[in-house]
């Protein structure tokens, strides 16, 4: 079978290694429009239980990824002047540009095809071009190809209320912390872990009516930092925070999430083929 992979995240990569390790014969090609190295972001978390079906879906790409990866056990809140630890979660982090290298040598050394530097356009065109029997859709959570077939795909898209941003800082973290810190307006909270020798994700959100009272949607990255290092300097111990996303200006450093449910069950007869689920 010809196996189309349009999009080389997370998703593709591991969709692609596993198809051709189960049968080498298929010809899988992973399509994705950034270079190998190129993504911004920081870690990724994942439980030790989700590390275990990565264990068995794929022994080597696991054990790759459990040496990059920082674990830890405890998940540590900040509310109200109070801290409470609690133990036993489990969980690994990784950056999220390791985990796509890593993914990345183990498609190459099973024989995946991968495509770097092509935007996808039409999918229809590169499917005839590539005569595949399966198109995978893996853009994203802003997939372009889901949207070309909503009416088909009917997802219902929720976007969520508050603006978070993900930095990283050099500050070292011995738990999985949520701290929260009130200000003249509401609420902020801190979601932060290590995952690699010396960084941690610092992901800090808030409610768009608080973020737009701090002036945060008409400042410039420099500006929107300094205002999060002051708010949890006490969590950082004089550590600056970070942004890898040097590409995005002002407010587009904020994201509101959209949260996708697909509803329906595709048929493949009306693209030629046989029943698979959509989402
Ligand atoms: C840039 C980025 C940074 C992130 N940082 C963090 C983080 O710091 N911490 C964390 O916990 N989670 C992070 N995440 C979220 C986490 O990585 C996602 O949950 C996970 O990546 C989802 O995997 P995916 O393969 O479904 O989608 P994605 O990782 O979004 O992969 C989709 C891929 O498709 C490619 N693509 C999209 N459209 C096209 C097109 N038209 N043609 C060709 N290629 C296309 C994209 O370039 C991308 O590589 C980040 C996600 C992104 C995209």
New binding site residues.
């Given amino acids: 079978m010809n196996i189309l992979c349009?999009?080389?995240?997370?998703?593709?990569l591991y969709f692609a290694l596993l198809m051709k390790q189960q049968n080498p014969a298929h010809q899988v090609t992973v399509?994705?429009?950034?270079r190998p190295f190129d993504?911004?972001?920081?870690?990724?978390?994942l439980s030790d239980q989700t590390l275990g079906n990565l264990r068995a879906a794929d022994a080597p790409t696991a054990a790759l990824i459990g040496d990059a990866f920082n674990h830890w056990d405890d998940i540590e809140v900040f509310f109200k002047g109070r801290s409470v630890r609690s133990t036993g979660h489990g969980f690994c982090g990784i950056g999220?540009k390791r985990l796509l290298n890593i993914l990345q040598e183990r498609c190459m050394a099973v024989g995946v095809d991968l495509v770097f530097e092509?935007?996808?356009?039409d999918d229809q065109t590169l499917a005839a071009q590539y005569n595949a029997d399966l198109v995978i859709a893996?853009?994203?959570?802003n997939?372009?190809i889901r949207t070309r077939y909503a009416s088909t795909y009917q997802p219902d898209i929720d976007l969520r209320e508050c603006r978070f941003v993900?930095l990283g800082t050099h500050k070292k973290l011995d738990a999985f912390t949520f701290a929260f810190e009130q200000t003249e307006h509401g609420w902020f909270q801190a979601h932060a872990y290590q995952f690699d020798a010396d960084t941690s994700?610092f992901?800090i959100e808030t409610p768009e009516a608080v973020w737009k009272a701090h002036g945060l949607d008409a400042m410039e990255q420099p500006e929107a930092i300094a205002f999060c290092e002051k708010l949890f300097a006490k969590y950082l111990d004089g550590n600056a925070l970070i942004s890898n996303a040097t590409h995005l200006r002002g407010s587009a450093n904020w994201i509101r999430f959209p949260r996708v449910i697909c509803n329906t069950w595709v048929h493949r007869e009306s693209i030629g083929g046989k029943p698979v689920p959509s989402c």
């Fill in positions: 349009i999009g080389g995240g997370p998703a593709g399509v994705e429009r950034n993504t911004f972001g920081w870690g990724v978390v999220r092509t935007d996808v356009a893996c853009d994203g959570l997939s372009r993900w994700t992901i």
